[in-house]
């Protein structure tokens, strides 16, 4: 089968490093959230009602691709009882 | 219009009252050749685009080189790029997907957050994801837009083609992988 002409190696080193940055930190938000929904057994539905959101914003955050505000990473922090994102 | 015309003489018999006519129909249609080409095998996922004979590049490579330089677009192309970074290595899974499409195939589309950007793709299974092309949907559906129809569809007919090489054998899907030397008339 053919390689495509243009390496895909060269198409991700063009993403400028501030928006591959937040692609990871939005990635790995997302599914840690996942995650953690996973271990307490909850389900998209549950996890929605629990936290007073639409079945909708759940499926958002587990987009891989969501802006997370600081006050929705604070009111998941909270409701898991654990940081989701750790500041060095 | 690419691809090769084909042109079909119908002969069709009406009985009516006891005579017997004969009208003949022509059909006029465009169908263009096309090759499953790879992008990338990764750990998790193969992803993989299409390639028209016809043109130069693949469905991908023009759907990057159309957004690559164009200052309102280019950092939301540069976005799905990293994002796809990210399903070769992770996997193609569901919810990082906005479906798209009917019911009955296999199209997605990315990004799922807010932006006029749409790549269209056919996410095969968590493991295997055929990129295709996309554009701005600057219409609600994309079905009233003629460019992004045509993307859709593409992916749809190469979805059911796909389905139907699976069936006689001519094409093979594994785990991670589509094996196949055939071209497709899409």
């Known amino acids: ?88 | 219009m690419n691809g090769k015309e084909y042109i079909f003489s119908v002969i069709t018999l009406i009985s009516k009252k006891n005579v017997v006519y004969l009208q003949t129909i022509k059909i006029d249609f465009t169908m263009s050749e096309a090759e499953l080409v790879l992008v990338e095998e990764a750990k998790n996922c193969t992803l993989y685009t299409i390639q028209f004979l016809s043109e130069d590049d693949t469905e991908f490579e023009q759907f990057f080189n159309k957004f690559k330089d164009d200052v309102e677009f280019s950092p939301d192309l540069m976005r799905i790029v990293g994002f796809l970074g990210k399903i070769a290595d992770f996997g193609a899974l569901e919810r990082y997907f906005r479906p798209e499409g009917k019911m009955s195939d296999r199209v997605v589309a990315l990004p799922t957050v807010q932006s006029k950007l749409r790549l269209y793709c056919l996410r095969l299974s968590d493991r295997i994801l055929i990129l295709g092309n996309g554009g701005v949907k600057d219409t609600k559906t994309y079905e009233e837009s003629k460019e992004l129809s045509g993307y859709v569809l593409t992916l749809q007919n190469f979805d059911r083609l796909i389905k139907e090489g699976v069936k006689d054998g001519t094409i093979s899907v594994s785990e991670n992988k589509i094996e196949t030397d055939k071209t497709f008339d899409l």
């Open chain 1, 1 to 88: 089968m053919k390689t495509m002409n243009t390496p895909f190696k060269q198409m991700l080193e063009a993403v400028p490093a501030d928006i591959q940055q937040e692609v990871d930190l939005e990635f790995a938000i997302s599914n840690r959230i996942n995650d953690l929904m996973v271990l307490r057994g909850l389900t998209k539905m549950e996890f929605a009602q629990a936290l007073g959101k639409r079945p909708s914003e759940v499926t958002k955050w587990l987009s891989g691709q969501h802006n997370f505000t600081i006050r929705t990473l604070s009111a998941l922090s909270a409701f898991f009882g654990e940081s989701l994102v750790r500041v060095c």
